[in-house]
């Protein structure tokens, strides 16, 4: 997994994320990828990525707990993997 804490993201322009109670769906029109996001926290920090100048800048924004960064930050990248979120 990549050291992302320190990363400047933002979500991919030909991504749409369409809320849903369990969290969000996220699709990229160039690749056709449907991805699930699995919380309303992860939407709430995607969402929030390019408003800050790093992923931990987000993480501490959204009020997501220090012991929890670890899984966001595999989460994102997986999301980076799948091209719906990108580094800016």
């Known amino acids: 997994m990549r050291r992302l804490l320190s ?8 991504v749409a994320l369409r809320p849903e109670p369990f969290g969000a769906l996220a699709y990229h029109y ?4 449907l991805v699930f996001l699995r919380s309303r926290d992860m ?3 995607v ?12 993480l501490v924004a959204s009020d997501i707990e ?3 960064w670890q899984s966001f930050e ?5 999301l980076i993997s799948s091209e719906i979120v990108r580094v800016r």
Do not use: F, K, W
Request: glycine residues 0%; charged residues 25%; aromatic residues 2%.
């Open 7 to 14: 990363t400047a993201l933002e979500v991919h322009p030909q």
């Open 30 to 33: 160039d690749n056709r990828r």
């Open 43 to 45: 939407l709430n920090v």
């Open 47 to 58: 969402e929030s990525l390019s408003t800050y100048s790093t992923l931990e800048d987000a």
């Open 66 to 68: 220090p012991q929890r």
């Open 74 to 78: 595999s989460a994102i990248d997986s």
